[in-house]
Nanobody
């Protein structure tokens, strides 16, 4: 059974930093495994924040230069380093993985709140 457990969310003042982690179990992490972070703010649709697929890293324009996605295949873990946080970054953040040729899996979400 595949399970994704996110951690690292919380409350921070504008300009601060947080590091989210997503630990995966029950699945083999390989270089071809797609990993990513999405977020959903109240009343808004879930949106892509950052993703690594086929060795290519992509970011939403709103987070470029502030957020960094990374992965540790040995630990089956995905990270999202978030710097220079803004109030508009407030949302529930979800990690996702998709093994090569397989289905997508999602974590339960972690709340990030940025106060002005």
């Amino acid at each position: 059974q595949v399970q994704l457990v996110e951690s690292g969310g919380g409350w921070v003042q504008a300009g601060g930093s947080l590091r989210l982690s997503c630990a995966a179990s029950g699945v083999i992490f390989s270089i071809n495994t797609l990993v990513g972070w999405y977020r959903q703010a109240p009343g808004k649709q879930r949106e892509l924040v950052a993703i690594i697929t086929s060795g290519i890293t992509s970011y939403a324009d709103s987070v470029k230069g502030r957020f960094t996605i990374s992965r540790d295949n040995a630990k089956n873990t995905v990270y999202l380093q978030m710097n220079s946080l803004k109030p508009e970054d407030t949302a529930v953040y979800y990690c996702t993985i998709r093994p090569y040729g397989g289905q997508s899996y999602w974590g339960q979400g972690t709340q990030v709140t940025v106060s002005s």
